[in-house]
């Protein structure tokens, strides 16, 4: 089968003009006079559909009329200019055929249907146009991190899903297991015996790749990590999923200062990709999800991020502490209605913070003078808050140890990253972007289960 | 800082030459005599180093000279062509500042290390010239596979990781779960109660992304994955691992040629990338690792691929049963060594092998009119086999609940995957690529263990 895309057509609609095609897709409405009928057809390829012209001089004109929403058909025809309507083409068919017919019970009718409706058959809401344009643009966001790596010559890594080391706190992990849970081997203490476990020990589903990626930014200068990453908290919230992508940057030779840079070029090149690649789906969310959207990612393209130290947002926010829910003081962790303040009332653009108290931050972050505060930098977007959360990393051997041995972490786990500033340590930074948010940022949609395609939180597991 | 990658002298050299510059890496070697020395340096950013000359001018010579394999350095200095070297260029350092250290017992020495015990030192081994190459490779054939997707509009589709449905057989699956396994939760009839798990059920990691994926096929007409899958099969070999990434890209409107084109076309782009981007590494490894590789990759790009069906390959092999281990007869599954066979000798060069018995192949599979053969394809390719393993999908309602009901499979379990023959079916196909073997064939690595960065296998999980 030579079937054109409806995206080829659109894209090189010259070439095709009054010309005989064959397209196949999906039947998105279908009307009918008595003589003739129209059918809006959708093949996937392209956001805008093509409508379809059809009449009683074909045979099986008596079948297409009853054909039910969601039917795949091919037709073939000839494209035709319709300077008055609404679309630009449409096809006069001569034939039709039909591929795959669908029952008068398809979930998905010519009608609105709300999200929380969809997420309830997230195998056909693909179908829908806002799940096109949400999971065609998560492709393309996708698509442009690698691209924007690779054109600089980082290496992407796959780092580890499976890891027997527990960098953030066993309680917000899963467990990854082969024994019969049904019939546990068990030591001679009653402890279970985990040496009869599939890797001979306790294993977990990573919650970062970070650890692992500075040891090959300390091989490759600069790398990057895009993978699954897992969280087993119990909250239910529209931002929180137990499963989700994250993309983790690590250069080597490089300080705070170059990471900003990195993480600033790295969202504008997003934007702009998605916007050149995508500008059907985008017009389509600034109208219908978010009408600030594209003003918004506008705003962000063409802004220099505002830079500012944690202690002067904290000067900033107190003297707005009437206005928050929650007050802030020197020490305490920043919530999004702070983050959002500064960067959509002060800054009123995104804008780095720097330099927080090391107690609210992980101990691999690098010290400053001040013993007080870590180089770490989180980046906030108008819109949502931290987009972005990196520092530049402890590479002082004696003062990573110190570090551990203050927050009690068992430095003998830590071997291997213990290497790293033993042997050509280097100044080095990373960040990290987590992909749900990114996608969410950028089409608007409010609710991290309608940019996942099958999510995973508390209690669902679906399909 | 503004450090110049080694790529970028090597790139742009008549830019940087007879010019100051400043470059950073670590040291791979260094010599010297009284008044002078040589430095060979890399940045991980290329593959071939670039020599450092440094002279007992310089303030800290007797530092520099005492310093270790493996430390970081910065230098700046004069880039210089050395017509009469084997480098076309050399650094005649003006200053060289010690970024970081390195201790006498750095594990990688100026010696050839077996892999076995790089395997070991999974942290540093990228640092090695063998593993720089492979893992380089491997980032480049990774976004070889994305850059061929995208610019034929497929949609890449991140399916689901931890899984609810067990659609090849538990035995093979690992478990995810959050319960205390110490005091599991059990029903009145003493097992366990699954409903206090996070999911509030049984969950696994996935197999394969196939099913997920062909919801999305039915959606946006082309789509691929690429993410993790998972094995927990006990067999310590070197072909297999319990984590790895999978390609699987599944195509509407399409049936089995389609899918056959499409994966020629893949390969053969995957080699032609890798060939272009990374020249230096291919040659390092047909010159030390496998000395046909090149041929042998030339050779499949060059080639148009072979098509036989399963009848006829096994008429072929019977024929030469007495050269095999395990003799053939119809009905059978082909070994690699009948496979290589084919693809080596009787073919000499990749050969597509369709039509398998409905008996060996999955459930899933188009049965054929025949009703006793599948429309299943191997792609097999010299010096490995299999390569990559697809079909078209059984789209047919009642055929497919028919292979289900003889198979004993739950057809309720498999609501949302019938739905997809309900509602506008169409032929489709797909196939799936084992990322780690693509990587091994396009190296010559021959153990899985040294294509990954961070190897899971039986019995070990470290870092």
């Not at 570090?403 to 990253?417: I, S, W």
């Given at each position: 089968m030579e079937l054109i895309s409806i995206r080829e057509l659109y894209k090189n609609r010259e070439k095709y003009m009054d010309k005989k095609v064959e397209v196949g897709g999906w039947l998105r409405s279908i009307r009918d006079s008595k003589t003739f009928g129209f059918i809006v057809l959708n093949d996937g390829t392209y956001f805008e559909p093509l409508q379809v012209v059809y009449h009683d001089t074909m045979d099986n004109f008596s079948e297409i009329v009853k054909l039910n929403v969601g039917a795949a058909i091919i037709v073939k025809g000839t494209l035709v200019e319709t300077p008055q309507a609404k679309q630009p083409f449409e096809i006069q068919a001569d034939e039709i055929f039909i591929e795959g017919q669908s029952t008068g019970d398809y979930p998905l009718q010519k009608k609105r249907h709300s999200f929380e409706y969809l997420r309830s058959i997230a195998h056909l809401r693909p179908r829908t146009n806002t799940f096109q344009a949400v999971f065609r643009v998560r492709s393309l966001i996708a698509y442009a991190i690698h691209k924007f790596f690779q054109e600089r010559d980082f290496v992407y890594v796959h780092t580890p899903?499976?890891?027997?080391?527990?960098c953030e706190g066993a309680g917000e992990m899963f467990r990854v297991t082969t024994l019969d849970m049904a019939q546990l081997p068990k030591n001679p203490d009653g402890t279970i015996d985990y040496s009869e476990d599939f890797f001979g020990k306790e294993t977990n589903l990573t919650v970062s790749g970070q650890l692992n990626g500075e040891t090959y930014a300390q091989a490759f200068r600069n790398i990057y990590t895009f993978g699954p990453t897992f969280r087993a908290e119990n909250s239910n919230t529209t931002r929180h999923a137990a499963e989700f992508w994250m993309i983790e940057p690590e250069i080597a030779f490089a300080d705070l200062q170059d990471n900003m840079i990195l993480a600033e070029s790295m969202i504008k090149y997003i934007i702009t990709y998605v916007m050149e690649h995508a500008p059907e789906e985008m017009k389509f969310f600034n109208q219908f999800v978010d009408k600030g959207l594209m003003e918004r990612l506008n705003g962000v393209v063409n802004s220099e991020f505002g830079h500012v130290t944690y202690t002067e947002a904290i000067d900033i926010l107190e003297k707005n502490?009437?206005?928050?829910d929650y007050k802030v003081s020197w020490g305490c962790d920043l919530q999004t209605e702070h983050e959002r303040y500064l960067t959509e009332e002060v800054f009123k653009k995104p804008v780095f913070v720097t330099d927080?108290?090391?107690?609210?931050?992980?101990?691999?972050m690098k010290m400053n003078e001040d013993n007080k505060t870590v180089a770490a930098m989180d980046c906030l977007v108008p819109g949502?808050?931290?987009i972005i959360g990196g520092s530049q990393r402890e590479d002082d051997y004696d003062k990573l140890i110190s570090r551990m041995n203050e927050l009690g972490l068992n430095v003998e786990d830590y071997g291997f990253y213990l290497d790293l500033r033993k042997y050509g340590s280097t100044r080095h930074a990373g960040f990290g972007l987590g992909f749900e948010r990114c996608v969410m940022y950028l089409t608007?949609?409010?609710?991290?289960r309608d940019v996942v395609p099958f999510p995973r939180t508390v209690g669902n597991c679906e399909l």
């Amino acid at each position: 089968m030579e079937l054109i895309s409806i995206r080829e057509l659109y894209k090189n609609r010259e070439k095709y003009m009054d010309k005989k095609v064959e397209v196949g897709g999906w039947l998105r409405s279908i009307r009918d006079s008595k003589t003739f009928g129209f059918i809006v057809l959708n093949d996937g390829t392209y956001f805008e559909p093509l409508q379809v012209v059809y009449h009683d001089t074909m045979d099986n004109f008596s079948e297409i009329v009853k054909l039910n929403v969601g039917a795949a058909i091919i037709v073939k025809g000839t494209l035709v200019e319709t300077p008055q309507a609404k679309q630009p083409f449409e096809i006069q068919a001569d034939e039709i055929f039909i591929e795959g017919q669908s029952t008068g019970d398809y979930p998905l009718q010519k009608k609105r249907h709300s999200f929380e409706y969809l997420r309830s058959i997230a195998h056909l809401r693909p179908r829908t146009n806002t799940f096109q344009a949400v999971f065609r643009v998560r492709s393309l966001i996708a698509y442009a991190i690698h691209k924007f790596f690779q054109e600089r010559d980082f290496v992407y890594v796959h780092t580890p899903i499976i890891t027997g080391s527990d960098c953030e706190g066993a309680g917000e992990m899963f467990r990854v297991t082969t024994l019969d849970m049904a019939q546990l081997p068990k030591n001679p203490d009653g402890t279970i015996d985990y040496s009869e476990d599939f890797f001979g020990k306790e294993t977990n589903l990573t919650v970062s790749g970070q650890l692992n990626g500075e040891t090959y930014a300390q091989a490759f200068r600069n790398i990057y990590t895009f993978g699954p990453t897992f969280r087993a908290e119990n909250s239910n919230t529209t931002r929180h999923a137990a499963e989700f992508w994250m993309i983790e940057p690590e250069i080597a030779f490089a300080d705070l200062q170059d990471n900003m840079i990195l993480a600033e070029s790295m969202i504008k090149y997003i934007i702009t990709y998605v916007m050149e690649h995508a500008p059907e789906e985008m017009k389509f969310f600034n109208q219908f999800v978010d009408k600030g959207l594209m003003e918004r990612l506008n705003g962000v393209v063409n802004s220099e991020f505002g830079h500012v130290t944690y202690t002067e947002a904290i000067d900033i926010l107190e003297k707005n502490n009437n206005k928050f829910d929650y007050k802030v003081s020197w020490g305490c962790d920043l919530q999004t209605e702070h983050e959002r303040y500064l960067t959509e009332e002060v800054f009123k653009k995104p804008v780095f913070v720097t330099d927080y108290p090391k107690e609210i931050k992980a101990f691999y972050m690098k010290m400053n003078e001040d013993n007080k505060t870590v180089a770490a930098m989180d980046c906030l977007v108008p819109g949502i808050g931290e987009i972005i959360g990196g520092s530049q990393r402890e590479d002082d051997y004696d003062k990573l140890i110190s570090r551990m041995n203050e927050l009690g972490l068992n430095v003998e786990d830590y071997g291997f990253y213990l290497d790293l500033r033993k042997y050509g340590s280097t100044r080095h930074a990373g960040f990290g972007l987590g992909f749900e948010r990114c996608v969410m940022y950028l089409t608007g949609m409010s609710n991290i289960r309608d940019v996942v395609p099958f999510p995973r939180t508390v209690g669902n597991c679906e399909l």
